[in-house]
């Protein structure tokens, strides 16, 4: 059940009837029902896949009461002996503590990441090493709903809040159906309580929510469905079409992917506000950024967040980086101390956000361009604000800001090549070629884009469509309210005209309906 | 939710309805012939029609119902469209049973003679279902003929049709002729279109081999036959209507022993066009498988007299009944004659339904 079908809307329907007229305190139940079902029939033709799931619901549970009820055990032992033990007998004591506490999380942390490492990685490194390879599946979301409740298990190992006694209630947190597919990853702390407190029906959530599930379904179907076909066809058989194919492939990816993914969230979270549930931004208009770093704050920000609290701080934080640190300011100076060790933490980070995307060596290479861009900006920092100086050019500079940003833009483009392409070779191939063989006239000829499988006037219609979807992204760059509350605020008949444009766009220029092959969510297959 | 809150659903509900019709309406596109021939229909008064045509372009490039009217005084309406396949008979028959009590079917057999890949072919179910007005019948013939798995979009139609926006032009074009169309009411030839030329260019059909009946089209005969036993209809007439592209002996044979077993009539036309409905192959067709208007005088001349002959149909309506039809048959009688003409001049254009009428491409007087 794609959240782009009829029967997903009319599943939501009927669970947010049903959830508004269930009592308050039962509400997180009907929540839990519904995720279970839709869990179910997304993947009934696997019917076994809910075993995965349901796996690592138990082990997160049973890791994070055992957690808990160790560290209370503990801290209740140290406070009652808190005047008998002398400080060599706390420290030691808190060392036992600290290498049980940390067995328990490993071990919770080994069988789950080590579930997710096995089914997406064992046959590339088989492939790798010449071992044998297994007819592996991916079970729906497992990737976002591993990340999720590994985060809730290390926090409780950091004793940021007490575990959960309610199974069924942590299952809903694993399992809640609009951000299962895709995320966005979210942290107990914000999504628990929403989840358990029986939310009172608001008219302002149900529009704005109908709004941006309604925005979703556009940038979906209107716009990155329309342009899929043709990515595929030329990144698949790339030594076929020239440069310009390729490079005007890869401009459509940055639309598609934006579009797709940032659709798809606003689905889950449109979804999730019509039933009161705030779910965490995961796009803020990633291609206007003016840095890598910044696009990597903009884009898939959950996933970000939840890297820079559970890898790249405890690496960065870690007694090996601190001694080096240490080293290199005693052997290169205060500056050097400063920055390299953060850039090779940060570098270490996008690696594996790389090989997070996929079972492939481009993946790597796609972390490596990433996190080695940054590293060098990092380090390079100093200097280019040296030359700015010089050449006097102000941050505020609008001439500069476009080039901050068409320059980033650009190195994004390099690392969509990685993505799009079937392995590293082809992204290398792919971006060759799209500098010497591309011929700016083969724009111009008839058939170009029919080659890419879409017509003229779709063309047209995408180009209106990004024009609207970048008027509406600046427009919220600039304002504190979401567009939605804008428009709810301006009126009955605005906002009714509004939503029915949208739905009439959608209906009219989506790409579906018998003859067309919508694609799924890309980001469902990580 | 308060009442006022109530009010603004509603409202907007209505108002997401109104535009779904209109675009529906607006960008839905079958063939227009089918459009016109189907829709048109429904603007016939009740129960007015003595005889039923059912078939695909043959019967309505071949008879025309109001010069019948005008020589033997009984109604009848072409439902007929392009490509029509056997399998889909049935449900033109209870389209036509929906609305009228006929006296007799006449019912061309060239939809069962289509292969199976052109029978089953998505385009024919749109031309039917898709100009069929939401109606429990439409209902019932979406449940009974729709292919499975398919029938939500024959229930909203704008999922297959929503990309028509990439011809805008002509989608304007197509919702102006419709809505004059459905101002100007019932149709003044009773569904019809034409070729003017005795050996069309434009509208070519290659010289086959002697056509045979498939799997999908002997079921349909079977399936149509069975259904007008359940309705209890007596009076059926198949027919082959003149073809330069012949019809298998065998299956000719095959199909008028079905027929005739089930207690119903056969005429293979193909046997008389020379002698007995004087069918000049080099005059009177427009291409190999379509009569032009010299033949399709002839042939509607021949099949209104073969039905006063063989079947005893009552020619009794409402006044108004009458005078709609002697109108539409004097209309036909001039047009025939302007028609005639182009096809002299070997004019090779189309005509349908809605040329004549609010579309002024041909004038009569």
Redesign the interface.
Known sequence: MSYTS?EFLLFTIGCVLVYYSTPKKGRWGVLLAASLGFYAIACKSRPGIMAFILMTALTTYGGGRLLGSYIDKTDKALKENKKTWDKSQKDAFKASVTKRKKLICASVLVINFGVLCFLKYYNMLAVTFGGPALRLFLPLGISFYTFQSMGYIIDIYRKKYSPERNFLKLLLFVSFFPQIIQGPISFYSNLSGQLYEGHD?D?NNLKQGVLLVAWGFFKKMVIADTLVGGINLVANAHAEYSGTYVLTAALFYALQLYADFSGGVDISRGVSQIFGIDLAENFKRPYISRSISEYWRRWHITLGAWLKEYLFYPIAMSKTFMNFSKWLKKHFGMKIAKVLPVSIASLITFVIIGIWHGANWKYAAFGIWNGGIIMISTLLEERFGKWKTALKIKDTNKLFIAFQVVRTFFIVLVGYYFDIAPDFSSAMQMMAKSVYDFHITELFATGFYKTLLI?V??VVMVIAATVLLAIISMKQERSELTVRERICKKG?IFE?AV??IL??MI????H???GTDPADFYYMQF | MTKKRVKKLLILAFAMLITYVFLSWFLIRTTTPSETHIKKFFKEPKNSMDVALIGSSEMYADYCAPLAYGKYGYTGYNLCFEGAPGQLYPAMIETYLSRQSPQLFVIEINGYLYKDDVCNREANYRRLLDNIPMSPLKIHLIETYAPEGEKLSYYIPLIKHHSNWKGMVYQCYRALRLTASDLYGPSKLKSFGTRTTTSSQSHKIKKRKPATMSNVGREALNDTIELLKENGIENVLFIRTPHKNKLAKETSEEIGEIVTEAGYDYLDCSKLEKTEIGIDNKTDYYNREHLNVFGCEKFTDFLGGYITEHYDIKTEHDKEVDEQWTECADFAKKLFVKLKERTLADEDDFYYEGDFEFYNKIDVD
């Open positions: 009829v029906f008219f017509s006037r779709e009955f009714s939503f029915i739905v009439s209906l009219v220029f989506g579906y309906g018998p």
